[in-house]
Structure formats: structure tokens, C-alpha cells
């Protein structure tokens, strides 16, 4: 029977303060977007959570619509918490998101406060919790009023479904009206979650400066380029990966030929340091204070393994980092969405 470690007696892992908050995030964190569904195998995605734990992941992020399908990775998650982790919730710090298409008709997609209030006790539901430690707005659609949308955080939180809120990829002038309405309300932005990886800039563009002056963290998604900036793809597209399989969301197009040439040449940098490619890839985002956390996918133990050690070199020497810009130089730095 798996009994779980207490995370008070893991060293190798570091937290860090959420920005300006009491709240310590693991600076290595597990997404379940993939291989948490009920297409995936159950007993993996329970190595993974307990392995995770034990090693001092605290924190594990959901959204209502991951799978597949949609809804499987939050049921999935509750019946692991619920086998393994009882009298555990205290430890952990979980959260999920609305704001993506979830259901069919008018209201299961979107920034609307109907979906959203509709989806945090559905999510709720299905995790058997009853609150989330962060729930964020999935998305800015561009229409909803961005009031409606926070304010619907703001009741979460009084109502005790959520303790904290968050946003995910608002762009910066969003995000800013988004901030001034949440913080007025005594309800601060705890954390801003956005795709950061070597592969994709965008937010070195305002987001993150932002969110540092709004004294809210940034929790980093697709570190690893859905596993482009693995040593996983160096030698053709392996049929287990997510680019071979039907429902991943990296595509085999993406894969191309340029960027494999660029991966090879950051995987010499890695091996020269003595890492992988993805530790490195980790630590490059790691290195930014204002970096709270990154959020990592994983298939296996055996990458959650390699990317834990991550914590065990988390320095760069500046010719190291010269060698690196001078690499992604050559890459359109906009892909893989
Ligand atoms: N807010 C948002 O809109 C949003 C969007 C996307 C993601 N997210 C969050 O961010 C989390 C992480 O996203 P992601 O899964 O795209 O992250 P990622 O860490 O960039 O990619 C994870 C994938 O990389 C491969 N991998 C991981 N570690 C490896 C290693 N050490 N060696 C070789 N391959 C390795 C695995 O792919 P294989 O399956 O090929 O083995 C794994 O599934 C999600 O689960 C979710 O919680 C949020």
C-alpha cells in the first residue's frame, strides 16, 4: 500500500513566494493536461502523482476540460486523491481553470461568469474537493467584459470554492485592468500562468514585467515545448511521443527539420553541463526571478525523474547563456503554439 511522504521531510525540493503572497509554490510544479484522461493508463498517472508528491510536488494544475476526454483528467485526479492522499489536502496545492470549450450550446465556452461559476462546481464535482487552491480564468476572449469575468473570481473566493485566483494568457493590457479590478475588490491576483519556454518569448514582452510590478507571480506552462526541448525528437518522431499520437497536441508538422537542427545544438550545451536538454530547458526559465514556478507534463516517472534533477544545477555561466541566445537566434521563437 503507497503510503505518502511528507513533503516536510523532502530536501531536494525549493519553493518560492507567489509574488507578493504568503504562498509558497514548488519552483518544479505537474501539469495534467496529457496522460491524465481516460485514454491514458490509470496506473501510470498514479506513479506520477505519488512520485510527484514524494519528491515535494505540492502543486498540481487542472483544468475542467483536460483529458480526453474533457472532464477525465479532474475525475482521474479525484480518484487518486481520494485512493491514496487522504488527509493529504493540506499539503497540496491544486488548481484548475474555465474558459475553453467544455460543453456544447451557449455557455460551456468562454469568459462568461455563467460558465465559469457553472464550471468551478462541476470541477468541483468531478475532484470530489470542495475548493481549489487557485482557480484562474482559462483565457481572454476578447468579448466578455473582463468586470464579468473577475467578478466571478472575486465571488468564487467568497464563497469559499477558491482561495486564491489567477489569470491565463491575458494579454498585457487585459491583464493590467484585470489586476486593478481584482485588487480593489481585496481579492489580489495571486498568479499569472503563461506559455514561457527557449521555443516561445511572447511574455519577456510586458507579462511578465507586469505581473512583477502588480506583485503577482508567474507560473510557466510548455516549458519543454510540449517535449520539443527533450532530447526525444533528436533522431525522428519515437511512436510513444506526443507528436505521434492521435490525441496530443503537438502536431507532427511541427517537428520540422529546423528546429531539430536547433534542438541538436542546445542538447550539446546540455551534455556539456552535464544535464539533459530538458534540465536545462528548465533552469533557462528557472534562472528568472520572476519566475515563480514552471509547470511541467510528464508520461513517465522516469521523465518526472530527469526533470526533478533539474533543481541540482540551477546555474548558467554567461557564455553558456551567450552560446544559448545565440542559438534561438536562428529559431522563429513563436512556435510551437
Ligand atoms: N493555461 C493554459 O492554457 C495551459 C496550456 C497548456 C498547458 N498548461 C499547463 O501546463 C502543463 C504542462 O504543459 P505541457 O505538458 O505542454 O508541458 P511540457 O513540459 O512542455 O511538455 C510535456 C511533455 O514533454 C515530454 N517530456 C517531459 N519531460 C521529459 C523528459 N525529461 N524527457 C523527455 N521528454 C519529456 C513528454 O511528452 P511525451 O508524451 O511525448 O513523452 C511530456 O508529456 C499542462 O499539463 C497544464 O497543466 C496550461
Known sequence: MYIPSSTRYCEQMTYKYCGKSGLMLPRISLGLWHNFGDVDNFDVATDMIEYA???GITHFDLANNYGPSPG???RNFGKILKNNFAGYRDEMIISSKAGH?????PYGDGSSRKNLMASIEQSLSRTGLEY???FYSHRYDGITPIEETMQALIDMVHQGKALYVGLSKYP????????DILAAAGVKCL???????MFSREVERGTLQLADVYGCGFIAFSPLAQGLLTDKYLNGIPEDSRAARSTGFLQREQVTEDKVAVIRQLNQIAQQRGQSLAQMALVWILKNERVTSVIVGSSSVRQLD???KT???LDFANEELSAIEQILSSVNTQLPK
Open 53 to 55: 508528491f514524494d519528491n
Open 72 to 74: 477525465s483528467a479532474e
Open 101 to 105: 470549450l467544455m460543453w456544447e450550446g
Open 132 to 134: 481549489f487552491d487557485i
Open 172 to 179: 498585457p493590457q487585459e491583464a493590467k485592468k484585470a489586476y
Open 191 to 197: 498568479i499569472h500562468q503563461d506559455r514561457y519556454s
Open 306 to 308: 530527469d526533470n526533478l
Open 311 to 313: 533543481l541540482q544545477n
